[in-house]
């Protein structure tokens, strides 16, 4: 059935998400393992796979999110779950999740040459870093911070500028019903296929500061992730101008809410999968900016990924990008790419460097893009290939 700009609008904006105060949370059993004063102060209902469920108060999670923060020096590490049967199953995957690691859901052909060599030469690093300066200029992004609102309205504007005058274009925010920061997504409509969807996608929140008080602490968040949806802006930038319609629906996403649990991510993927939305492909921009590994400009994660998309990104860095890249691994409930996957979707997340490298400046008020290299070259390098994920794969 065709999905008309209409239906999507009405789809995202039924999207909700209800967290009780107490709330069921799968954790990286190894990272909890490094916690011992909250390991002891915790019981683990269950432990599967590597993975702990544990119950958290609200106080308990800011605790969780600041020890990963700002003691491992890492991002994520645990998702956040509105019932305890939603925890139960993220903690023993069905087989159609593992589909989603496995399956192969597009035809992963490079044909779009034309298309896509001209609008790659289009990426202009100095555009990606305005982007990333005018976002890190908040003074956070935080989900329950006035100025996380104010920033997902900058993005909305932004990203209408960029859009107008196209009839088959959407941008709209998705609110969720447990915090106040939407998410932010955009829909080109297809013109062949429009029920098959491809998304571009990361999160659009920033965090810094201690356990408590993250809605005033001062986060940048230049490189986590303002690069991420600098690359995405600088990729619809493309796209417009180029007059590109795809033959597939292409959605861009600046997921609220990431940085406390992939809050925001799991509302949508979780909504699509509930309403059996056909997601052929999804990749997530999660730290772009700085060059953290010397012989690999992008980092391909394989845990909680599709494997044969990621093959497909790789081919299309060699023939579109023509930078070194390679593998590594990102741990349980990184980034958003593990919403997608968990709700049986294919997804990739193509990464800045390998975990082993990664920005020790995060989740500080250090986190600027000064400090990750002082321009966004190497942000280029992920918008050229989100030009040529869009082209190949929506078209």
């Known amino acids: 059935m065709k999905m008309t700009l209409l239906a999507t609008s009405l789809l995202l904006a039924s999207v909700a998400f209800a967290a009780p105060k107490a709330q069921w949370v799968t954790v990286d059993s190894n990272i909890l393992g490094k916690l011992a004063p909250m390991q002891k102060a915790l019981m683990v209902e269950k432990e599967a796979g590597g993975v702990s469920l544990v119950q958290l108060t609200e106080a308990e999670l800011e605790k969780l999110s600041h020890a990963i923060h700002h003691e491992l020096h890492r991002c994520g590490g645990y998702i956040a779950h509105e019932t305890e049967a939603e925890a139960l199953l993220a903690l023993e995957p069905r087989g159609d999740m593992h589909y989603g690691m496995k399956g192969i859901f597009a035809d992963y052909a490079i044909d779009q040459e034309e298309l896509v060599v001209p609008m790659v030469a289009e990426v202009k690093a100095a555009n990606i870093e305005a982007t990333i300066r005018a976002l890190s200029a908040f003074h956070n992004r935080y989900y329950k911070a006035q100025t996380g609102t104010d920033s997902q309205n900058f993005l909305l504007d ?19 019903a447990n915090w ?8 080109i409509e297809g013109s062949d296929s429009p029920e098959e969807i491809l998304v571009i996608g990361g999160h659009a929140d920033s965090i810094a500061g201690g356990w408590f008080g993250n809605d005033k602490s001062r986060a940048p968040g230049a490189d986590d992730n303002a690069s991420g949806m600098a690359t995405i802006t600088e990729t619809i930038r493309i796209a417009m101008e180029a007059g590109f319609k795809p033959k597939r629906t292409v959605q861009f996403m600046g997921y609220a809410a990431e940085e ?14 509930t309403r059996s939305t056909n997601v052929v492909g999804v990749v997530q921009f999660d730290m772009t900016l700085r060059k953290g590994t010397v012989d690999k400009d992008i980092v391909m994660m394989t845990d909680f990924t599709n ?3 990621n093959e497909f990104l790789g081919r299309l860095i060699d023939e579109y990008v023509k930078v070194p890249w390679g593998y590594s691994k990102c741990g349980y409930g990184c980034s958003d790419h593990a919403s997608w996957t968990n709700a049986g979707f294919p ?5 800045e460097s390998t975990m082993g490298d990664i920005n020790k400046a995060i989740h500080t008020d250090k986190d600027t893009i000064e400090s990750a290299g002082g321009n966004a070259n190497h942000a280029a390098k992920f918008a050229k290939l989100a030009v040529a994920y869009m082209v190949e794969l929506a078209n």
């Open 347 to 351: 997804a990739s997340m193509p990464f």
């Open 307 to 309: 494997a044969a998309q």
């Open 180 to 187: 106040p920061q939407p998410s932010v997504v955009m829909t």
């Open 260 to 273: 406390v649990g992939l809050l925001g991510s799991k509302d949508i993927a979780n909504g699509y999968k």
């Open 158 to 176: 932004t990203w209408s500028k960029l859009a107008a005058g196209r009839s088959d274009v959407k941008v709209e925010l998705v609110k969720h």
